[in-house]
């Protein structure tokens, strides 16, 4: 069964500060990874995603991830975060049935003026 | 073009009555799925439906749930004799194609709340 882990559920960061989220999946074949945001009052948006090819995956707003295999992870980084980034961030992980997308629990990100 | 809309936005029943719940994806996706997100909680698959195939329905938590999609467009989720452990935000989603890459376009959610 696919799984993911979503390891801090709640990280601060100053603004203008880098950012890292961790994601660690479980799955047995190659995945399909997933990053969405959720804004306050708004639906999910897709950040980036990724299955093969280039594991640094750039995507939307200036954020970027990196596919680990070694690790099963794929991080979300992002070098300098901005006050409107303040969200809640869910990655996914899905197989050969897109319905099937398992997601981690989120964390919260609060930015500091 | 217009997003995924759900509607109603929000959505207060008491204990034991049966809501509706309906979801308008975007014209053209031929996957739809149904989401469920507690609070402080992921999203939990629900079902999923892909063009005329049967609908996969293995995350239903209880046969209280059901769903229809008519027409190949709009979805109606059904609560029957609702529990206050339904109470939560139900996420509708679509995508062009139903592929495992496919990026799946969110509704706005269905904040339901049981009393």
């Known amino acids: 069964a696919q799984s993911v882990t979503q390891p801090d559920i709640h990280i601060t960061v100053s603004e203008g500060a880098s950012l890292e989220l961790r994601c660690n999946y479980s799955?047995?074949?190659?995945?399909?990874l997933f990053w969405y945001v959720q804004s306050p009052g708004q639906g999910l948006q897709l950040l980036l995603k990724?299955?093969?090819?280039?594991?640094l995956v750039q995507g939307i707003k200036g954020f970027e991830a990196e596919f680990k295999r070694s690790q099963s992870s794929f991080n979300l980084r992002k070098p300098s975060v901005h006050w409107s980034d303040a969200a809640e961030y869910f990655c996914?992980?899905?197989?050969?049935?897109?319905?099937?997308?398992?997601f981690g629990d989120g964390t919260t990100l609060t930015v500091k003026p | 073009g217009a997003g995924v809309s759900q509607s109603p936005s929000n959505k207060v029943t008491e204990k034991g009555k049966d809501v509706e719940l309906r979801c308008d994806p975007i014209?053209?996706?031929?996957?739809l799925y149904w989401y469920r997100q507690s609070l402080g909680q992921g999203l939990e698959f629900l079902i999923y439906?892909?063009?005329?195939?049967?609908?996969?329905k293995s995350g239903l938590p209880s046969d209280r749930f059901s769903a229809e999609r008519t027409g190949g467009s709009v979805s109606t989720l059904t609560i029957q004799r609702t529990q206050q452990e339904d109470s939560a935000v139900y996420l509708c989603?679509?995508?062009?194609?139903?592929?495992?890459?496919?990026?799946?376009?969110f509704g706005p959610g269905t904040r339901l709340t049981v009393l």
């Open positions: 996914a992980v899905g197989g050969t049935n897109a319905g099937k997308s398992t």
């Open positions: 990724y299955f093969s090819g280039d594991t």
């Open positions: 439906f892909q063009g005329n195939s049967a609908p996969d």
């Open positions: 014209s053209g996706h031929t996957a």
């Open positions: 989603a679509s995508s062009a194609a139903g592929g495992p890459f496919d990026e799946q376009f």
């Open positions: 799955y047995g074949a190659t995945p399909y």
